[in-house]
């Protein structure tokens, strides 16, 4: 299960309060991607990133925000204007060379806010 | 945008039956079709993948193909086992504006009954 990480596993914060969640790789992919999975549901695109210092908004970027400083990092930040922000959130990465690869899961965090 | 939709939702099958997901996309510039397997709790990982300039794909019990024309693609499994119950997800994606744009199906809950 090596090569993408995120953490924590399980993060429980409450409401009104900005919380930040890792995503780490060392598969020396270019692109990464944050997504959000709500019970039952599919994967929704929230924010992704071709390259550092870039990222683009994705289908529900509305109360998340993210950077990309490093090539291996990727952090998402959900912020008190999110509305709905208990779910779990995916990250990924891909080769993102100018041909579709698969894209790389990790473990996911589950984040619980009250 | 691209719109991919997957059906059915659910599915519950005798063990040692055939399976079988079928998507469909809008896109034609998709050129890139996998297809994920998620465990309850877990990361969704891919367990098969076609590009476009193939019409079928196996791999044991497996086997995807795809219909350009028609924009569809399907997923078989044969022999289904009580571990091949999931959540299986299909997407499409394309690289276009030196991002890979991926988009994903709603998901399948398989079930297989022992």
């Known amino acids: 299960d090596g090569g993408i990480t995120q ?29 959000r999975q709500d019970p039952g549901q599919g994967l929704r695109l929230i924010y992704y990133s071709q390259i550092v210092n870039d990222f683009q908004k994705g289908d529900i970027a509305e109360g998340y925000s993210v950077s990309r400083e490093k090539k291996e990092s990727f952090p998402l930040t959900v912020t008190s204007a999110q509305k709905n922000p208990t ?28 | 945008g691209e719109n991919v ?7 519950s099958v005798q063990e040692g039956d055939s399976a079988v997901i079928k998507c469909t996309y809008s896109d034609s510039a998709s050129n890139y079709f996998p297809w994920y ?29 795809l219909n350009k024309t028609a924009k ?30 991926v988009t994903f199906g709603t998901g399948t809950k398989l079930q297989v009954i022992p």
Request: aromatic share 14%; proline share 5%.
């Open chain 1, 7 to 35: 953490s924590p596993k399980y993060l429980f914060r409450k409401e009104g309060q900005n919380v930040t969640l890792s995503c780490e790789q060392n598969l020396n992919h270019d692109a990464m991607y944050w997504y």
């Open chain 1, 87 to 114: 779910a779990f959130y995916l990250c990924a990465s891909s080769i993102g060379q100018g041909v579709p690869y698969e894209q790389y899961f990790g473990p996911g965090t589950r984040l619980t806010v009250t």
């Open chain 2, 5 to 11: 939709e997957q059906h059915p939702s659910t599915l």
């Open chain 2, 37 to 65: 397997k998620q465990e309850l709790g877990k990361r969704p990982q891919l367990i098969i993948d076609i590009r476009s300039n193939v019409g079928e794909k196996k791999d044991q019990r497996i086997a995807v193909t």
């Open chain 2, 72 to 101: 569809h693609f399907s997923l078989h499994i044969t022999e289904t086992q009580p571990e091949d119950s999931a959540v299986y997800f299909c997407a499409a994606i394309f690289y276009s504006g030196g991002y890979q744009k």
